[in-house]
């Protein structure tokens, strides 16, 4: 085991122990893009922006598939998430709704 590895592990501890002690906060937020990737290493993707950073989830294909020839900006992310350390959040659920 490796010093990174290590932090790594005490870091996702404390921070989900933090989260367990927070309150679900939802968000509304605008869909930049779906993506679909093909071969190895391709993720199929939701991307958003999230305070003020461009996020992403990756998903499965049956999930992205219905929303692949739609316009992003017809559609919403419900994001359901929980606070953790330094204003990390830990995703708890997410959906897409239409405006």
């Known amino acids: 085991m490796t010093f990174g590895f290590s932090a790594n592990l005490i870091w996702n501890y404390f921070n989900k122990v933090e989260t367990n ?3 679900i ?3 509304n937020l605008k869909i930049n893009a779906f993506r679909r990737t093909t071969g190895k290493g391709g993720s199929n993707c939701i991307i ?3 305070k ?3 996020e992403v989830i990756k998903i499965s294909y ?3 598939k219905p929303y692949l020839n739609q316009n992003s900006n017809d559609y919403i992310l419900v994001l359901d998430v929980r606070k953790g ?3 990390y959040y830990k995703l708890e659920n997410w959906d897409i709704i239409n405006k």
Do not use: R, T
């Open 52 to 54: 003020g950073n461009q």
């Open 25 to 27: 906060e939802v968000f």
């Open 21 to 23: 002690k927070n309150q």
């Open 48 to 50: 958003f922006p999230f």
């Open 85 to 87: 350390i330094w204003d």
């Open 62 to 64: 049956d999930n992205i």
